[in-house]
T-cell receptor, first 116, second 115 residues
Framework: AQKVTQAQTEISVVEKEDVTLDCVYE???????LFWYKQPPSGELVFLIR??????QNEISGRYSWNFQKSTSSFNFTITASQVVDSAVYFC?????????????FGKGTMLLVSP | DAGITQSPRYKITETGRQVTLMCHQT?????MFWYRQDLGHGLRLIYY???????DKGEVPDGYVVSRSKTENFPLTLESATRSQTSVYFC??????????????FGPGTRLTVL
């Protein structure tokens, strides 16, 4: 069985602050994929990033960066110089080879509130 | 338009009534999924389908029925709605198959209220 834990239920920051959203996962599979999705106030789910278990390189995309560490089973997401438009619920998710990569296990999400 | 659509977007019904939520995708993706989103629970998988006429239970299937007679459609039916089924329902699709893995694409969601 797999599990994703997002221990931070809600984070509040002021614009331009850096913020890190934590994600810890559990799986017995050695081959798996990790994801981050964003859900803005409008409600849709937006894919942000996919990372496979063999690629531990950090990823940077503009103000977003992701830190994948297999040793701690973590896949943390950092927003640099946060903006009000970053306010959303962020979900971390896991898909494993054992499930045929066909299903996603989601964390409960972290609500990020960025105030001006 | 291409993509994944859900209908209706909003639905209010009464306890005991049957409700069907529709999902349609235009990508010919093999896999389709139904999730429900509830405060404090994140997204939980209800049912999924690997292909037409192939469906399987997810984490919270009780009270729901699915079918998939055509690749592009994956309706979700609540045979006798209960208040605990008040939720936001998301449909998703995924290409599947061999080779590189692709992410799931989500529909806009259906907000269902059971009175």
């Amino acid at each position: 069985a797999q599990k994703v834990t997002q221990a931070q239920t809600e984070i509040s920051v002021v614009e331009k602050e850096d913020v890190t959203l934590d994600c810890v996962y559990e799986t017995r599979d050695t081959t798996y994929y990790l994801f981050w999705y964003k859900q803005p106030p409008s409600g849709e789910l937006v894919f942000l990033i996919r990372r496979n278990s063999f690629d531990e390189q950090n990823e940077i995309s503009g103000r977003y960066s992701w830190n994948f560490q297999k040793s701690t089973s973590s896949f943390n997401f950092t927003i640099t110089a946060s903006q009000v438009v970053d306010s959303a619920v962020y979900f971390c998710a896991l898909s494993t080879r054992g499930s045929g990569y066909s299903t996603l296990t989601f964390g409960k999400g972290t609500m990020l509130l960025v105030s001006p | 338009d291409a993509g994944i659509t859900q209908s209706p977007r909003y639905k209010i019904t009464e306890t005991g009534r049957q409700v069907t939520l529709m999902c349609h995708q235009t990508w010919s993706h093999s896999y389709m999924f139904w999730y429900r989103q509830d405060l404090g629970h994140g997204l939980r998988l209800i049912y999924y389908s690997a292909a037409a006429d192939i469906t399987d239970k997810g984490e919270v299937p009780d009270g729901y029925v699915v079918s998939r007679s055509k690749t592009e459609n994956f309706p979700l039916t609540l045979e006798s709605a209960t208040r605990s089924q008040t939720s936001v329902y998301f449909c998703a699709s995924f290409r599947g198959g061999g080779g590189s893995y692709n992410e799931q694409f989500f529909g806009p969601g259906t907000r269902l209220t059971v009175l």
